[in-house]
């Protein structure tokens, strides 16, 4: 998990939450920097939705670092698969998918609050508000509320995102494709309630996004500089 800029690890949380955060930061970006990225702007987004949806600011700054483990799974999925330029095989693509309940079973460690929120959102990140998500497929208020946040987050990262294989596209065009759906997102995937949030705090999120992206291209281009990995 990349540091998140300008926000403070919440106070509700002991200072061992935090060192943990930081190892698992540390270990998680030595070996995929991409996805510690995503990860640390998913976090970003999906606290700027739950200001919206009107959690309290300790909530919402819980929700923004829960979801910044949210594909901490992918840790064990093979490199040449994460950022395979090309589409998956039917097989790579089922191994990858198995990142929500690996990153589950790594977070999975009674009597945290944090990590149990942690846990829940690497497990349901990827269920659709329809059904047709994975792994488990559920549908509506099944989902945990916190994992249809993070649905919305990760959907705005992924279409923002430059990879290997895509260029990235702006705000106006990541907002009109969750909203209004393309040939592989569909509106009907997503809680309206956090649709509605999306739509309330857009200004919000571009501003915080493309910061958010400016200072992690900047540690990272610093992190090459001086020769850290
Ligand atoms: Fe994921
Ligand atoms: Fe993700």
């Known amino acids: 998990m990349a540091a998140c800029p300008d926000v403070p690890f919440p106070e509700e949380e002991p200072a ?5 955060l930081e190892c698992l930061s540390r270990a998680e970006g030595l070996r995929d920097c991409v996805t510690n990225e995503h990860e640390a702007l998913v ?23 829960a979801a910044q483990l949210h594909d901490i799974g992918k840790f064990a999925l093979p490199s040449d698969m994460l950022h395979k330029p090309g589409r998956l095989s039917p097989e790579e693509w089922a191994v990858v998918k198995k990142h929500t309940e690996i990153g589950h079973g790594i977070l999975s460690i009674e009597g945290s609050r944090f990590l149990d929120l942690a846990a829940t959102l690497a497990l349901c990140h990827h269920e659709h508000f329809d059904g047709s ?10 989902i945990p509320f916190e994992a249809r946040i993070v649905a919305v987050a990760d959907t705005y990262e992924a279409l923002r995102a430059n990879r290997a294989y895509k260029d990235g596209v702006g705000h106006e065009v990541a907002l009109a494709t969750i909203l209004e759906g393309d040939d592989r997102s569909k509106p009907d995937q997503f809680d309206p309630k956090v649709l509605r949030a999306l739509e309330d705090c ?10 958010g992206r400016r200072v992690l291209s900047g540690e990272r281009d610093r992190a090459r500089g001086s020769g850290e990995p």
């Open 16 to 20: 061992e939450a935090q060192h943990v």
């Open 202 to 211: 857009a200004p919000i999120v571009m501003q915080r996004y493309d910061a």
């Open 43 to 65: 976090g970003m987004i999906a606290g700027t939705l739950c200001e919206a949806l009107g959690f309290g600011f300790g909530e919402s700054q819980i929700v923004m670092r």
């Open 133 to 142: 998500g994975y792994p488990q497929g559920l549908a509506g208020e099944a």
